[in-house]
């Protein structure tokens, strides 16, 4: 199970180019080095020049520290450039270990700082692991089709979620999304930042 943007034999997405171009500009915006970028986001300052070389694979949660170190939403990362619908994203941000399964952040909307809205689509035994979000932040999930398994940490607890069902949670704990049903799952995720 991968959390990173894309696998390592997959071809180069146009969002990798997107962070690298984002990351290298909005840091050069907050004139800040990549050392100090580093220490600011406890990323290290190897994977910080190969994610804006456009060389490495990246997982969300870096992904989020680097948002966070530099005052940006993780949105603002990922979307591309030339893009100037800021609600309107639809970028690939993870591919699952299994063809088939991905995320897409498809948009964002302000709330306290804002919201992403997220289609996922799992394969029959593919998982994705979110790890802890910061205090306040919250999940949602609507299920199109498919059974969701919903792993919570904090209480220990599992959800099955089916078509037409929602749940919403506290996401201040790591937790697991997973198809152990033997049919495709596609749902709606949204983050509350």
């Keep these: 199970m991968s959390t990173t943007m894309h696998k390592e034999n997959s071809p180069r997405p146009a969002v990798l180019q997107h962070v690298s171009q984002n990351v290298r500009r909005l840091r050069n915006c907050a004139d800040l080095s990549q050392t100090a970028l580093a220490e600011k986001s406890g990323v290290s300052r190897r994977m910080l020049v190969a994610i804006e070389a456009g060389e490495k694979n990246v997982s969300l949660a870096t992904l989020d520290r680097v948002a966070e170190a530099l005052e940006v939403a993780f949105s603002d990362l990922i979307q591309a450039p030339e893009n100037r619908d800021y609600s309107r994203i639809n970028e690939l941000a993870w591919a699952g270990t299994i063809s088939g ?18 289609e996922f689509c ?8 979110s790890e802890a979000d910061p205090d306040g932040w919250s999940e949602q999930v609507y299920i199109v089709e498919g059974y969701l398994t919903l792993r919570l940490s904090d209480p220990a607890a599992v959800q099955q979620i089916g078509p037409g069902e929602f749940f919403m949670f506290p996401s201040n704990q790591p937790h697991r999304y997973c198809n152990e049903a033997d049919v495709p799952l596609r749902f709606v995720r949204n983050v509350v930042l």
């Design 101 to 118: 399964s991905k995320a897409v952040l498809l948009a964002r909307a302000i709330a306290r700082r804002e919201v992403e809205l997220w």
């Design 122 to 129: 799992l394969e029959p035994g593919d998982a994705y692991v």
